[in-house]
């Protein structure tokens, strides 16, 4: 386990994001990844499932095997009952905040107009892969944007603050108020603008993310992750029209945290399948810290080779150099629709 980490926030250093409603291992951040099914939850449909898995098919050729299904498996559907509400709040580390960061939290958790328990998802994914979109969401949201499914801003404005731009009029500030190697407490507050509505809406939330990590008796990595989420209202009126919502923005929130697995599983299968793919759309990139595209192809190389090394031991086949090589040829750059 490494340290946690507190950082320091100010109540006036915090800008926003709103979540969840609307149209729709040892590296330093675990489960940060998670607040991107915040950002994923501003659309009816992200269409990342269904586009990752056209992308999948053309990246994996031929029948897949055992173990290359693009899938993940909920273990626990997502839940809005009092009594998990009331677990979860009781639950919340904020004994090890600082003062602002408890004030900022309390704040929410005080006036509250909806939580939400999002599903328990198991997905096989190497844990590299997993941290290092955990720890650079940008990077996710970059990529979404090369393969042409989002037109979603993102940029890392502090080590512990990202900035958002739907392109809609919605605006925000995600601060990690605390992180360690198996959780990750957020908060959000800011706009949202919605085509039904005739003002935007400003709203606040806390999520509270848990990721574990595991390994099968045949050496696939699995990573099994859910989270927390209470948002406020400043405005009466928009709670009221929120909690009436509720039921179908819950719906369509677990669905995009499912996308979002998803997405995960499907960079697994380009990483270990096709990297010359993830080379390409790495030369896409946008809007991302210096060095990030150079770490993602890092993290590919090295999940490839292990992949080969690990299929290897199974069959008892060698690992030959022709195998080691990337298979760049086939994998020609897939733009999506919009």
């Known amino acids: 386990m490494g340290a946690i980490r507190t950082p320091q926030v100010s109540v006036q250093s915090v800008g926003g994001f709103v979540m969840g409603y609307g149209r729709g291992g040892t590296a330093p951040s675990r489960g940060l990844w998670l607040w991107l099914v915040v950002l994923t939850g501003l ?12 992308i999948a098919l053309q990246l994996v050729s031929g029948e897949k095997k055992a173990g290359q299904e693009l899938k993940v498996e909920t273990l626990l559907a997502g839940s809005s009952q009092k009594k998990t509400k009331d677990e979860s709040t009781r639950t919340l580390p904020l004994a090890g905040l600082s003062e602002p960061s408890q004030r900022l939290v309390n704040a ?23 941290r290092f979109f955990a720890d650079h ?40 108020l605390r992180r360690t190697p198996t959780d990750c407490l957020i908060h959000c507050s800011g706009m949202f603008q919605s085509p039904v509505l005739s003002k935007p809406i400003q709203a606040r939330a806390v999520l509270y993310v848990r990721t574990s990590f595991e390994v099968d008796n045949n050496g ?16 009466q ?27 995960l599983r499907m960079m697994q299968l380009a990483m270990t399948q096709q990297p010359g793919w993830v080379e390409q ?9 210096p060095g990030r595209s150079d770490t993602l192809l890092e993290v590919t190389a090295q999940c490839y080779i292990d992949e080969k090394r690990r299929i290897g031991e199974i069959t008892g086949v060698p690992m030959t150099l022709d195998q080691v090589r990337p298979p760049v040829a086939v994998a020609p750059m897939i733009t999506m629709p919009r």
């Open 220 to 235: 696939q990595q699995l990573v099994t992750h859910t989270a927390d989420m209470f948002v406020a209202f400043p405005s």
């Open 108 to 130: 929410v958790l005080q006036s509250a107009a909806l939580y939400r328990r999002l599903p328990t998802i198991r997905t096989q994914v190497d844990h590299r892969v997993y």
């Open 237 to 263: 009126t928009v709670e009221t029209v929120a909690k009436a919502m509720a039921p179908i923005s819950n719906k369509i929130t677990d669905k995009n945290f499912e996308e979002v697995s998803l997405f």
């Open 137 to 176: 969401p940008d990077v996710a949201v970059s990529l979404w944007r090369a393969m042409g499914v989002s037109k979603l801003e993102m940029h890392q404005t502090g080590e512990f603050e990202y900035e958002a731009d739907a392109k809609d009029g919605t605006l925000g500030v995600i601060t990690i």
């Open 281 to 289: 759309i790495a030369s896409k990139l946008e809007g991302v810290m």
């Open 43 to 54: 659309w009816t449909r992200t269409g990342v499932a269904e586009d990752a898995q056209g």
